[in-house]
């Protein structure tokens, strides 16, 4: 069997992308390392997602969809799909002359796995000298919690997120979304592309290892300075000011960006509010702070006498707002559609579906069309037979 014609993909159709030609084996699960790997898809890679039998785990999660998942779509769009059991020898021995053709392997086993299943770094490496092998795990490779399992809003409860996210003395909050496994997932797309670039230098791989916890450290990165002699205090500086923030209006809710002298007099210009731009106790943003309790109020009574669409219609080219939207108005936003942003993706089961595409734009290499995610299983057998299941 030859991997590399097992790594192109049929459906892999358009125009070639920066990372075409490079393959790329996908044993992660959730979210951080497979959206990892669909980003590297997006700029041309072929990607084998390999999958234990059952599946990832993602599709067993809450959906309407009928026979699909809508999470796993989401994160697992342009990829081939093949279901093997590593802890069976035939299947393992697939996997291995897999991964001496691979130009990168990614995996979130926990510390310790990939070694009893004879695919942890030394391992692979020994065969294949030039593979890019990134581990994704939940605390890092080091440490007393190195062996636990990490999940995005547990990240966000040990971290701090979720008391940032609510208000001082009030509960913590969480931020749904999964904002931690997204960062991690650019993370890993990032790690993999650098390490991929010194290969060219030095003809070598490496070991890349991204962590939830050095994801959400790293999303923090403004937050978490504290010069010498300071208290451990971050409330400090947050808040930008007590203006900048969502406000309601008469339908709707409005979200309001005015640190700059530009934008806060622009604010108080177009809300009839043009005393509060010239009064010099609220000329700067740390003044504004301190007398949040006598500016908000007035916004707030102005902001009401409007919907939330007539003042980001009034305000948007010259204060930067928006609308708080659903989600689902991103499918149809003149934006969005203008950048391409939202692709239909044909799909066996589905008949086709709208999805995200090509966060990252490249003049010359724009990167080849998106398919849908592999359903469970759909390339085992071209997988295990080689060129001739074709």
Not at 18 to 27: C, I, M, Q, T
Not at 237 to 262: E, F, K, Q, V, W
Not at 341 to 369: C, E, M, Q
Request: aromatic share 6%; hydrophobic share 40%.
């Amino acid at each position: 069997m030859t991997a590399r014609s097992l790594f192109s993909s049929a459906r892999r159709t358009g125009p070639a992308g920066p990372l075409s030609g490079v393959k790329v084996l996908d044993l992660s699960a959730y979210i951080a390392g497979p959206y990892g790997c669909t980003l590297l898809a997006d700029q041309g890679a072929d990607v084998i997602k390999v999958e234990p039998p059952g599946g990832d785990n993602l599709r067993q999660y809450p959906s309407t969809l009928q026979g699909e998942n809508r999470a796993f779509l989401g994160v697992n769009r342009s990829k081939q799909g093949a279901m093997l059991d590593l802890k069976n020898a035939e299947d393992r021995a697939v996997l291995l002359a897999l991964a001496d053709e691979a130009d990168v392997l990614v995996h979130n086993f926990r510390p310790g796995v990939p070694e009893r299943l004879g695919i942890d770094f030394d391992q692979l490496s020994a065969r294949n000298s030039r593979l890019i092998y990134c581990a994704v795990t939940g605390y890092g490779e080091e440490g007393p919690l190195r062996d636990r399992a990490g999940y995005d809003q547990v990240l966000q409860a040990m971290t701090g997120m979720c008391v940032l996210q609510g208000k001082p003395g009030c509960e913590p909050e969480l931020t749904y979304g999964s904002p931690v496994d997204y960062y991690a997932a650019a993370l890993v797309a990032a790690g993999v592309a650098s390490a991929l670039f010194e290969r060219e230098r030095s003809g070598r791989g490496q070991f890349v290892g991204v962590s939830l916890l050095r994801s959400a450290l790293t999303m923090q990165s403004a937050r978490l300075i504290c010069a010498q002699g300071e208290t451990l205090d971050i409330w400090r500086d947050m808040r930008s000011g007590g203006i900048t923030g969502l406000y309601p209006t008469a339908d709707g809710h409005i979200y309001l960006s005015a640190n700059t002298p530009r934008f806060w007099h622009a604010l108080c210009r177009l809300t009839c509010l043009a005393e509060l731009g010239d009064d010099p106790r609220y000329d700067s943003v740390k003044k504004r702070a301190e007398h949040a309790g006598e500016i908000v109020p007035r916004l707030k009574e102005v902001l009401m006498t409007r919907n939330a669409r007539e003042w980001e219609e009034l305000l948007a080219d010259q204060v930067p707002c928006s609308v708080a939207r659903p989600v689902e108005d991103m499918f149809d936003h003149p934006q969005v559609l203008a950048e391409e942003l939202i692709a239909p993706i044909a799909h066996d089961a589905l008949g086709s579906y709208r999805g995200v595409t090509r966060p990252i734009k490249y003049g010359r290499t724009p990167g080849p069309d998106p398919f849908a995610a592999p359903l469970l299983g759909q390339d085992t057998m071209r997988v295990k037979r080689g060129p001739a299941a074709d």
